[in-house]
T-cell receptor
Framework: NAGVTQTPKFQVLKTGQSMTLQCAQD?????MYWYRQDPGMGLRLIYY???????DKGEVPDGYNVSRLKKQNFLLGLESAAPSQTSVYFC??????????????FGPGTRLTVL | GENVEQHPSTLSVQEGDSAVIKCTYS??????FPWYKQELGKGSQLIID?????GEKKDQRIAVTLNKTAKHFSLHITETQPEDSAVYFC???????????FGAGTILRVKS
């Protein structure tokens, strides 16, 4: 099992460009999450998907969109990148959305720089 | 909403010594507190967790204690080894919305 994989590992964008961060999991998990990690701050939830076909906003959703068309994939889109979106992005998955019973497994992260 | 503060931000210990990282939370309804370890270039891994109905949990060299009255919980690593060097994050589960709120992280360096 590869677990949770993310592509790309690194990306540099210019302000205003768009891109999609990809996340895949092979554990047949129902729930998936996107977090961002900034210096001096903990992981902050951007969006999550409790199950295939459903998505909900997290703590910091502005400027992002997501797509969960397949159970194993969760895509994070930036329509018009801004320097404030420079961060490390982590995807995670769990068997169900009950975080007190089901462990979240994290991917290795995508380091995004917006110039 | 829930706020989780984590201290210290960096911690250096000599191999074999103990390391303690402390987190405080604001939402008294929080009932689940996991700890994650993040190694360089890797995603975070759950290393131990505790629920609000217990005061302490141990797993080999790692233990977590919870003080609900004071609203703080701590990670204790005994007999530290160089491979314990990593960034450690605490988190609390928000009662509303079933979400995790993370602390800012502690960089632990174990010097051999």
């Amino acid at each position: 099992n590869a677990g949770v994989t993310q592509t790309p590992k690194f990306q540099v964008l210019k302000t205003g460009q768009s891109m999609t961060l990809q996340c895949a999991q092979d554990m047949n998990h129902n729930s998936m999450y996107w977090y961002r990690q900034d210096p001096g701050m903990g992981l902050r939830l951007i969006y999550y998907s409790a199950s295939e076909g459903t998505t909900d906003k997290g703590e910091v959703p502005d400027g992002y969109n997501v797509s969960r068309l397949k159970k194993q994939n969760f895509l994070l889109g930036l329509e018009s990148a801004a320097p404030s979106q420079t961060s490390v992005y982590f995807c995670a998955s769990s068997l169900t959305a009950d975080i007190s019973t089901d462990t979240q497994y994290f991917g290795p992260g995508t380091r995004l720089t917006v110039l | 909403g829930e706020n989780v503060e984590q201290h210290p931000s960096t911690l250096s210990v000599q191999e074999g010594d103990s390391a303690v990282i402390k987190c405080t939370y604001s939402d008294s309804a929080s009932n689940y507190f996991p700890w994650y370890k993040q190694e360089l270039g890797k995603g975070s891994q759950l290393i131990i967790d505790i629920r609000s109905n217990v005061g302490e949990k141990k797993d080999q060299r790692i233990a977590v204690t919870l003080n609900k009255t004071a609203k703080h919980f701590s990670l204790h690593i005994t007999e530290t080894q160089p491979e314990d060097s990593a960034v450690y994050f605490c988190a609390g589960r928000m009662e509303y919305g079933n979400k995790l709120v993370f602390g800012a992280g502690t960089i632990l360096r174990v010097k051999s």
